[in-house]
T-cell receptor, first 114, second 114 residues
Framework: DVKVTQSSRYLVKRTGEKVFLECVQD?????MFWYRQDPGLGLRLIYF???????EKGDIPEGYSVSREKKERFSLILESASTNQTSMYLCASRTTTGNTDTQYFGPGTRLTVL | GDSVTQMEGPVTLSEEAFLTINCTYT??????LFWYVQYPGEGLQLLLKATKADDKGSNKGFEATYRKETTSFHLEKGSVQVSDSAVYFCALSDRGKDGNKLVFGAGTILRVKS
């Protein structure tokens, strides 16, 4: 089974702090994704990565950056956290092998910025 | 751009009732369609998918049929259980030039009471 893990389930940070959210997948997937989930808005794509050291902006990249130095790890960085970044953050991965569009999700990190 | 519209919730049903959650989409081309489920405190899990018109996806008693003529992918279950209480997300795979990204609906909360 595909396993996607996220470093924290719950995180509380203060405005202005630098925040790192880590995601690790164990299935050698090429593609990885960061979403945020907010009530009534569903999931919105922040950034994604096709492969190591490759990254592309999603629909709402402002205030975020990412890093993918190793294939299994995709980090989301909030350079200076703000209260409007309080949300649930979900990481996902996907293989490009075969004809499949399925993404596999981690359990999520609920971030609160005070 | 591509988009997904789901019926608003919450949907509250008694155990053994029939479930329908409506989902319609707009897309250029021929996307794959998905239903994901999120149980309380967890990440998203793939529930079912369909990759072309008239395909029926099914899993755990849930079904959805890819209807190209009505651009719909409604989720149905004949007899719901309390354990089906969760948030359900309809999504499509945007097969753009940048690879496959998922576009999600806002999600529908389902509450099943005994």
């Amino acid at each position: 089974d595909v396993k996607v893990t996220q470093s924290s389930r719950y995180l509380v940070k203060r405005t202005g702090e630098k925040v790192f959210l880590e995601c690790v997948q164990d299935m050698d997937h090429e593609n990885m994704f960061w979403y945020r989930q907010d009530p009534g808005l569903g999931l919105r794509l922040i950034y994604f990565s096709y492969d190591v050291k490759m990254k592309e902006k999603g629909d709402i990249p402002e205030g975020y950056s990412v890093s993918r130095e190793k294939k299994e790890r995709f980090s989301l960085i909030l350079e200076s956290a703000s209260t409007n970044q309080t949300s649930m953050y979900l990481c996902a991965s996907r293989t490009t092998t075969g004809n499949t569009d399925t993404q596999y999700f981690g359990p999520g990190t609920r971030l609160t910025v005070l | 751009g591509d988009s997904v519209t789901q019926m608003e919730g919450p949907v509250t049903l008694s155990e053994e009732a029939f479930l329908t959650i409506n989902c319609t989409y707009t897309a250029t081309g021929y996307p794959s369609l998905f239903w994901y489920v999120q149980y309380p405190g967890e990440g998203l899990q793939l529930l079912l998918k369909a990759t072309k018109a008239d395909d029926k996806g099914s899993n755990k008693g849930f079904e959805a049929t890819y209807r190209k003529e009505t651009t719909s992918f409604h989720l149905e279950k004949g007899s719901v259980q309390v354990s089906d209480s969760a948030v359900y997300f309809c999504a499509l795979s945007d097969r753009g030039k940048d690879g496959n990204k998922l576009v999600f609906g806002a999600g529908t909360i389902l509450r099943v009471k005994s």
